[in-house]
């Protein structure tokens, strides 16, 4: 009975504080989601062509700062590229770890947040519909690209830590479902590139006790200018824009939607046919929630088989 009285105690507290622990949910809920899936909120190049039988493994850190917490997520990403129908595809696990810290207040009180460990992994996998044909490492060395559409579907699987005592955590106890279309247009060295991506969520029903947390999809739109160096290294400038995402408890609306925009940049750079290093970098522009963040992240990739 205690139990249930303090549980009920801390939900009443919660729905009358300030918009303090709403920005601290909904900046941890797009953290998340952004650095699972390699900075999936502005990711160039998600419709490419490769070669099929094409292998590809990518270690990597990056960092999310708001003005008072920072998330840090080290991430492990494995890729196939295979033949469906006669154009390429690939399939993908993103493997994710995270720390997240930091300190508010709320009227005079301190408020830390602190967690650790596995993030929900997410696999996903995409299909170039047009423009990407399936080629051997042989043949792909004559393509040349014009217009590339392709589809993708991913969905994050509810391993993650997580603490329904806790407001913050690095799982989110829920699945996350998120299809995807784009285009790519080559015009000589340069890529220009336009995606949509929908975020579905399931509920989680053990928020901070026994409550239920649900929310409505988060829409996002993002497009990328490539150029191609001679070398195969390229460097890309990138926005994306999200809107939606309102949240309830028990049914309740709790906020209302979101909508911002952040600004990004990425350069790839070869170091040999097999490695590549990658740089990337993001900051918010624009949030009408005041959960803007600024994310830099570092990777490397190994590629293998495919002919080579």
């Known amino acids: 009975m205690a139990k249930k009285i303090l549980l009920a105690n801390s939900f009443s507290c919660w729905r009358s504080l300030p918009s303090f622990f709403i920005k601290l949910f909904l900046f941890c809920a797009l953290g998340f989601i952004t650095c699972q899936v390699h900075a999936q909120e502005i990711e160039a190049r998600a419709y490419s062509n ?72 997410m696999i996903k996998a995409s299909v170039n519909l047009y423009g990407a044909p399936a080629l051997t490492e042989s043949q792909f060395k004559n393509y040349q690209q014009d217009l590339i559409i392709g589809a993708s579907l991913a969905a994050t699987i509810p391993w993650g830590k997580y603490n329904n005592d806790q407001m913050v955590n690095i799982g989110g106890n829920r699945t996350v479902i998120q299809p995807g279309i784009g285009a ?76 911002s925009w952040r600004f990004g940049s990425t350069l790839s750079y070869p170091i040999d046919k097999y490695n590549a290093i990658r740089l990337t970098g993001s900051t918010g522009v624009y949030s009408n929630t005041n959960t803007s963040y600024d994310m830099l992240g570092i990777s490397w990739q190994y590629r293998w088989g495919g002919g080579l």
Do not use: C
């Open 184 to 259: 790519s247009q080559a015009v000589g060295p340069w890529r220009l590139e336009l995606a949509g991506m929908a975020s579905i969520y399931t509920s989680n029903a053990s928020y901070m006790g026994n409550n239920t947390l649900s929310q409505n999809p988060v829409y996002s739109t993002e497009t990328h200018v490539i150029y191609y160096f001679p070398n195969t290294a390229w460097i890309s400038a990138d926005a994306t824009y999200f809107f939606g995402g309102q949240t309830y408890i028990n049914g309740s609306t709790i906020n209302g939607s979101q909508e």
């Open 50 to 121: 490769a070669p099929i039988d094409s292998n590809f493994i990518t270690g990597g850190i990056a960092q999310a700062k708001s003005s008072t917490y920072t998330l840090t997520t080290e991430v492990i990403n494995l890729t196939h590229v295979l033949d469906v129908a006669g154009q390429s595809g690939r399939l993908s696990l993103t493997l994710p770890y995270a720390q997240l810290s930091g300190t508010g207040s709320v009227n005079g009180q301190v408020i830390n947040a602190s967690a650790e460990g596995l993030s929900d992994p």
